[in-house]
Structures are given as C-alpha cells and as structure tokens.
C-alpha cells in the first residue's frame, strides 16, 4: 500500500452501519449527531365541490372531462385511472372495477351523472371492452382511438395545465383522490363504505382526511353542546334570583342596562 493510500485511509472518516438500530438512514444520521428529526405529516390537499365543478367545466375536450370525473367522483388514483379499460365498467350495475390496483382489486359505485356520461362517451367514440378509455386522441382527421393509453406524467401534466386555469398552480391528480374522500365525509358516508370505495387495508388514512372537512367537525361539535347549553340554562333558571349588580360591578354593566333596574336573571 502506498503512502497516499495510507494517508487517505487516515483522514477518511470511519464507516458507520446506520442499519443497526433503524432501517431508516437519515433517522441513524441525526440520532447519531445528538438530534431526533421527527417527520410532521402534512394535512392531504383537497378541492372545495365549487371548485371542482370548475375544473371539470374548464376541461376543452370529452376525455380530458372524463380524466377529472374519474379522479373526483370515483376515487381513482392516477395509475388506475391511465389502465382503466371499458370491460373496467359495469353500465347495468352501474359499478367500476379495479384490477390489480395498489391495494388489490376494489368494487367502486359510480355516481349516475358519471355513468351518464360514461354511457355517452363509449358510444361516441365506438370504444370496444378492452379498449382503454383514455385511449383517444385528436388528430388533423379528428379524434381516433389509439392502441395505448395516456401515461401517468401526460396526466400530471393536464392537470397542472388546467389548475392555472382556475388559479390552482399546485394541482395534481392525487389531490381529486382527496377530494373525493372530502366530498364521501361531508356527505356522513359510513366509514367501511370510504373504505371499501378506496380500497384502504385499515382506517387508520380515514383520520387524516377528517381534518380537512371543518363544516362536518363544526356541525358535531356544536351538536355535542347544544344539549349542554341547554342544561346550563335550565340550571341557571332554577337559582335563586340575583340581581344583575351582583354579577357585574355598576361601572361594567352591560349596555343600555341601568344600574339601579331590577333585572332579574332567572
């Protein structure tokens, strides 16, 4: 071994298996420095139904409408969404299935405005079963049916095109996804329908996505307390009478409330 090599050796610092106490590298890396960094979770990004409904009616074409509508309205993550096929759609039963999704095979109810449009948009372009259904595109002759489908960075790509229209520059299709569990949660969905529709294993991901709908938490909360407030009145009309001096010194009293009135509170 040379003298250079020995010198490197001597100044390269020693190796470290971070993989003794975490299997995460960057974990071992701060415990190792004397700091724990801990991962905040951030809260999923959603769109409002007003909002929605503007980026469906901002689309230019029947399959860009088409992507959007089976990202909010049946949940469809973007993979699922670039694979599905027309024997994908049960137009009798008026259901969606999921093959080989990322959490297996799901069943999903679709609403009937999409199956509305579904009906018209496979007999529009003359789809076949095992056609794709984003597998159109438009040419100088017009729109034709191609062999292969739009893949997941196209789609991305459409949306962040169609999010500047409607002042979103941060859209992607995932966030439909969310946006659907939204719109499931406000409707008061039972949580194994959310389940089942999203194909979750647990439902544990259901907690997050209840965060985001603050009209639903308000309604529940003010629901837990209105029995309370009545209570705490019924409590109140059953006490001794007190004049309203003895609640509030003469010089903070109330606004049009004169000191020396005898104003029971009851």
Partial sequence: MTKSKIKAQKLRPNRIDYSIESNNYMDNKDSIKGHTKTRKRKLPKALSKSKFVDLVNSTTNPRDRLIFLLGGTLGLRVGETSAAQVSNYDSIERIFKVLNGKTGDRIIPIPEYTAKYL????????????DFLLGVKYTLTGWINADTSLTRSHIDYLCKQYGKKIDIPYLHYHMLRHSYVTFLIEADIDPITIQNNC???NLDMLSIYTHLVISTRRKKTDRAFNTLGEELR?????QQQRTLTSFYPPTFLPEGIESDSINLLR
């Fill in 119 to 130: 009906n018209w948009y496979i007999k529009a372009f003359n789809l076949k079963a095992h």
């Fill in 234 to 238: 019924c409590q109140r009309k059953n």
């Fill in 199 to 201: 194909g979750w294993k």
